[in-house]
C-alpha cells in the first residue's frame, strides 16, 4: 500500500499529477435524462446482453463502449478518470435508477488485491458511520472478468479539479474553513476507527455536489472586461480513495503520501502513525487559501529546505533519529546541507522564493489570518508526537470563533 510516485523534473515548476479530470461542465438535467435506458430504447431492449469479451490494453485496462453494460446491472455513460489503480467509469445503475461511479481496477495481482484490501476498509468505514464521516459511501462491488469493480455513490468534481477549472483562483477562507472542519471531521471519524489515510490531498477530496456559481472577480481582464470566478453551491465534501489506507498496527517504514503532503518523519525515516494525516491537512488548506502547492518539490533535500525556509529549522533531536537514507541531506551538527545540496539553481530559487508561514497566509487571506497560522502551525509541527490531532484542530478557534 505505498504511493506510487511519479517524479518529473520540469523547467517550469507546474504540478504534473493524475487527477479526475473536470474539463467541462456537469450535464444538463435534460442531457443527463437522454442518457438514461427508457422503454422501446433500443439500449433498454439490450439491457441483459453482455458485451463480447475483449482482451485487456497492454496495462491491464479494461477495454469498453460507451453504452455498453458492465454486468447486466450497470450501463457505461462515460468515463470520469483514470489513476495507476485502474479506470473510473459513470455508470446507470437499472437497480437502484441512480448515477454511480465504478473503479474498475487493472486486472494484476497486486491492483486486485489493494482493491480488496480497499474494500475492507470501505466497508468498516460504512458500518461505523452514522451519517457525518465525510467519506465516500461504497454501494457495492463485484470481480467482472478478472476486474474488481467497487460502486460509490456519485460525487463531483475534487478540490484540485474545481482549483484548475478556476485558473488556480483561491477558495475564500470562509469556505477553506467549512471544507477543513469537514476534512478533519473525516480524519477523525478514521482515526477513530485506527485508520490512516495516508494520501490526503485535494485530489482526494469531493465536492459533493457539481453545481457551481459564476460571480465577477475583484481582477479586470481589461477596462471594459470583468474576469469571472467559480464558486461551488454547496461547501458539502467527502473524502475518497481509500486504496492507501493503513491500519496502525501495521509496520509503518514505507514511503507513504504524495510528495507534495508528505510530513517530514517520512522523508527522514522515522516511521509514521496518524500524525502524517494532520501535517497533509495543513498543506491541503494553504492550498486552498493560495491556489497553488506549498511544497512544489520533487525531490528529498529540496523538500526539507522548502520545509526550513516556511517553518524554521527541523528539530536536532528528529535529525539525529533520521535513517541512513537521510543522513545524506545532513552536514555535521545537523544541519541541513542547503544550498550547496541543490541539483539546479532554479531549485535554490524554488525554495528562496518562499516565505515565513505567517507571510504566505497574509498575502493570500484578508480576514482569520491569525487564528488560520496558529491552526497551520499546530497541524505543521515538524515533531508528530507534538502534532495536534484531529479533534485538537476541530477545537481551534478558527473553527470555533469565525471572525
Known sequence: ?????????????????????????????????????????????????????????????????????????????????????????????????????????????????????????????????????????????????????????????????FLKRNKYCPFPVDLVREFGRQLLESVAYMHELRLIHTDLKPENILLVSSEYVKLPSYKRISSDEMQFRCLPKSSAIKLIDFGSTAYDNQNHSSIVSTRHYRAPEIILGLGWSYPCDLWSVGCILIELCSGEALFQTHENLEHLAMMERVLGPIPEHMICRSNKGAEKYFKRGSRLRWPEGAVSRESISAVKKLGHLKDIVSRNVDSSRSSLTELLHGLLTYDPTKRITARQALDHPFFRNPT
Open 1 to 161: 500500500m505505498v504511493s506510487v510516485e511519479k517524479i518529473h523534473i520540469e523547467r517550469e515548476r507546474t504540478r504534473k499529477r493524475p487527477r479526475l479530470a473536470w474539463d467541462v461542465a456537469p450535464p444538463s438535467a435534460s442531457e443527463a435524462q437522454r442518457a438514461l435506458p427508457v422503454p422501446g430504447d433500443e439500449g433498454f431492449e439490450r439491457k441483459h446482453v453482455s458485451p463480447p469479451k475483449r482482451d485487456d490494453d497492454r496495462e491491464g485496462h479494461y477495454v469498453f463502449n460507451l453504452g455498453e453494460n458492465l454486468t447486466p446491472r450497470y450501463k457505461i455513460l462515460g468515463k470520469m478518470g483514470e489513476g495507476t489503480f485502474g479506470r473510473v467509469l459513470e455508470c446507470w445503475d437499472r437497480q437502484t435508477r441512480e448515477y454511480v461511479a465504478i473503479k474498475v481496477v487493472r486486472s494484476i495481482r497486486k491492483y486486485r488485491d489493494a482493491a480488496m484490501l480497499e474494500i475492507d476498509v470501505l466497508q468498516q468505514l460504512a458500518k461505523n458511520d452514522r451519517g457525518s464521516s465525510r467519506c465516500v459511501q461504497i454501494r457495492n462491488w463485484f470481480d467482472y472478468r478478472n476486474h474488481i469493480c467497487i460502486v460509490f455513490e456519485k460525487l463531483g468534481p475534487s478540490l484540485f479539479d
